[in-house]
C-alpha cells in the first residue's frame, strides 16, 4: 500500500534559524501522487499548509517550502528562517486521487526564542 | 470559513461500553473522514463517507462503525469500547473533486479505562 516516511520525534531549533523536515514516499496504487504539508498547532485541527499535485513543482506558504521530487520520491519541507509561532506538528501526506490521506508519522517543532 | 466540529472534545469511557464521537461540518462537503491519532503512528483512517446515507470502511476499521445521517453529521460509534481504542479522534470533511483541501476539527481525546 501508500505509505509515508519522515522525520521522526521532535525537530528543535532556534528562533530564524533554518528548518528542515524530510518526507518520503513510496505509492503503488499510482505513480505520481498528490503531496501534501499539513500542520497541526496546539489545541488547533490539522489544516493544510501547502500542496503540489505536479510532479517537479514547488509548492510554498507562509515561508515554507516543499518540491516535488519524484526520481527521488521526495518532499522535504524547509523554512529559512523561522519564528516562535511555527512550533507545531507537521505531516507529510499523499492521495492517489480525490483525497484519502496516507499521513506520516508527525514531527514535532519547537522553536526556541 | 469551513468549520469542522468535533463533540466533546474529551472523553472517559469504560471498557466494554458504548462511545459516540460526533462530527458536525458546515462546509457543504459530500466527503467526511475519522482518522485515529496515536504515538509513533500518523493519523490512520477508521471510516469515511461520501455523503448521506453511505459509509465505507477505511484502513483501521475493525471495532469501530460509522454513520452519516445527513451531509452535515458523521458519527463514529465504538459499540464495545476497549482500552486499545484510547487515542485522539480527528473528523474531516472534503469536497468531492480531486487535490481539494481536506479540514480538520480539532480533535477528540478518548480514554478507555
Known amino acids: 500500500g501508500d505509505s509515508v516516511t519522515q522525520t521522526e520525534g521532535q525537530v528543535t531549533v532556534s528562533e530564524s534559524k533554518s528548518l528542515i523536515i524530510n518526507c518520503t514516499y513510496s505509492a503503488t496504487s499510482i505513480g505520481y501522487p498528490n503531496l501534501f504539508w499539513y500542520v497541526r498547532y496546539p489545541g488547533e485541527g490539522l489544516q493544510l499548509l501547502l500542496k503540489?499535485?505536479?510532479?517537479?513543482q514547488k509548492g510554498s506558504s507562509r515561508g515554507f517550502e516543499a518540491t516535488y521530487n519524484k526520481e527521488a520520491t521526495s518532499f522535504h519541507l524547509q523554512k529559512a528562517s523561522v519564528q516562535e509561532s511555527d512550533s507545531a506538528v507537521y505531516y507529510c501526506?499523499?492521495?492517489?486521487?480525490?483525497?484519502?490521506?496516507?499521513f506520516g508519522i508527525g514531527t514535532r517543532v519547537l522553536v526556541r526564542p | 470559513e469551513a468549520a469542522v466540529t468535533q463533540s466533546p472534545r474529551n472523553k472517559v469511557a469504560v471498557t466494554g461500553g458504548k462511545v459516540t464521537l460526533s462530527c458536525n461540518q458546515t462546509n457543504n462537503h459530500n466527503n467526511m473522514y475519522w482518522y485515529r491519532q496515536d504515538t509513533g503512528h500518523g493519523l490512520r483512517l477508521i471510516h469515511y463517507s461520501y455523503g448521506a446515507g453511505s459509509t465505507e470502511k477505511g484502513d483501521i476499521p475493525d471495532g469501530y462503525k460509522a454513520s452519516r445521517p445527513s451531509q452535515e453529521n458523521f458519527s463514529l460509534i465504538l459499540e464495545l469500547a476497549t482500552p486499545s481504542q484510547t487515542s485522539v479522534y480527528f473528523c474531516?470533511?472534503?469536497?468531492?473533486?480531486?487535490?481539494?483541501?481536506?479540514?480538520f476539527g480539532k480533535g477528540t481525546r478518548l480514554t478507555v479505562v
Open positions: 503540489v499535485i505536479t510532479a517537479g
Open positions: 474531516a470533511s472534503g469536497d468531492a473533486r480531486a487535490n481539494t483541501e481536506v479540514f
Open positions: 501526506a499523499l492521495t492517489p486521487a480525490g483525497n484519502k490521506l496516507t
